[in-house]
């Protein structure tokens, strides 16, 4: 039915068009099969080296079409999962961030968090403050001094793995 020439001119064909011996065979013995058994609506086949050609043509793009599909699903789902994780690291040390915050502040008084919210959230200058509050510019800027001191001095005596520090 297919003489050893017409098989090599196929066999050329279908490695022309995926560039990979294995795949080519593939394609090849696949549509061999096609043309051996046509099934029972096929039409007879008149030029069956044109029927060949069409049928490994065919073929081949069906499998690069299913293959971008996977690569197109397999990369979704791949960047969905590392904005999913990088979600989930985030929450994470925003939530180890604020037990460290909330831990550090429970030592203060209220005015203390008072001032500190002040000047660390709302970005009021000491001269600011000492008008929001009455008193002077160095009293507000030595208790902000003192403050921060004994935030520093809690921190360094953390266990460094409350920190995150392994």
């Not at 279908?14 to 099934?39: F, M, T, V």
């Not at 397999?74 to 915050?101: F, G, P």
């Not at 002077?136 to 003192?146: E, K, Q």
Request: proline share 2%; hydrophobic share 35%; with cysteine.
């Amino acid at each position: 039915m297919i003489d050893k020439s017409e098989l090599d001119t196929l066999f050329r064909y279908a490695l022309a068009l995926c560039q990979d011996r294995d795949e080519a065979y593939d394609l090849l013995y696949s549509n061999i099969e096609k043309l051996l058994n046509p099934g029972k609506n096929i039409q007879p086949v008149n030029n069956k080296m044109a029927f060949m050609k069409r049928c490994i043509r065919n073929s081949y793009f069906d499998i690069q079409r299913h293959k971008k599909i996977r690569l197109i699903k397999s990369d979704t789902l791949q960047n969905e999962h590392q904005a999913l994780q990088q979600q989930l690291e985030s929450l994470e040390e925003s939530m180890i961030k604020q037990q460290e915050v909330e831990h550090l502040l429970e030592g203060l008084k209220s005015e203390e968090r008072e001032l500190l919210y002040l000047w660390a959230v709302e970005g009021y200058t000491a001269q600011e403050i000492a008008d929001l509050q009455g008193g002077g510019r160095g009293t507000w800027l030595s208790r902000m001094h003192r403050i921060k001191a004994k935030l520093r001095n809690k921190w360094i005596m953390q266990p460094s793995q409350k920190r995150g520090k392994q």
